[in-house]
């Protein structure tokens, strides 16, 4: 094989192979290991004596790659299959992806279709669980102080105790817990003061009363302590 060291066009019938046809392959050991790398470096089943007949070193021979499909010498090759591969794998991806999205939206229409018409204590304590594990430990409390449960020791928590109790209760329990951690879900996650009221409105809850009421019961508490001191004083003093 001749080659020239040249990158210009050959002349026609020309036998010399231009410099950017082959891959001179380096006849010294690599330096590094960084450099081993390079495919300058590494000698392929395609690599042929070839014989300098223009430029530089002219009657020198050297190892050369000049099979353009060679994966060692011509990365772009290599680029392009490695290039199809990461197609082929995101195209997997996403038709697993599909299947997925697909079976779970199946799945989820034949629950739907499960669903008797009016909720049985099944179907509370099912939405009803998946409630308490959205809510947070500080609303779950007071949820669990409405139904005088309070936090036993070393029992995992106030969430593992609330499912205890949950699973026992009857299904007039299970509705008012339902709408009761509804509120308290959408509360930590919109406007307080709206999810309340509006749910005071649906269930014809008078909320004036009620603050009256809470008002009337601080002040009566703050009176209690005022008298509490100064009678501890009058004592005192005497
Ligand atoms: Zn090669």
Redesign the pocket.
Same mark, same amino acid.
């Given at each position: 094989m001749q080659i020239s060291t040249a990158y210009g066009k050959q002349p026609e019938g020309s036998k010399v192979l231009p410099r950017n046809q082959y891959?001179a392959i380096r006849d010294e050991k690599p330096k590094s290991k960084e450099e081993a790398k390079r495919p300058e470096f590494k000698v %392929?089943k395609?690599?042929t004596d070839a014989i300098i007949t223009e430029g530089n070193d002219v009657g020198t021979v050297h190892k050369v %790659?000049s099979?353009p499909s060679?994966p060692?010498?011509h990365p772009k090759q290599q680029a392009s299959r490695e290039d199809e591969k990461w197609k082929a794998e995101q195209e997997k991806q996403r038709r697993e992806q599909a299947i997925a999205n697909a079976t779970g939206l199946r799945i989820l229409a034949a629950i739907g279709a499960a669903v008797p018409v009016r909720l049985m204590k099944r179907d509370l304590l099912f939405i009803l669980e998946r409630l308490v594990s959205l809510t947070d430990e500080r609303r779950l409390e007071m949820l669990a102080r409405q139904h005088g449960l309070r936090q036993k020791r070393d029992n995992g928590g106030i969430g593992k105790t609330f499912v205890a109790f949950i699973r026992r209760a009857d299904e007039s329990t299970l509705s008012k817990l339902l709408v009761a951690s509804t509120i308290l879900i959408a509360a930590s996650r919109t406007n307080p003061a709206t999810v309340l009221r509006d749910a005071a409105t649906l269930y014809k809850v008078d909320t004036d009363a009620i603050t009256q009421k809470v008002k009337a019961e601080f002040a009566a508490k703050m009176k209690a302590k005022k008298e509490a001191k100064a009678n501890s004083k009058v004592v005192k003093a005497a």
């Open positions: 891959t %392929c395609f690599a %790659c099979n060679c060692v010498h």
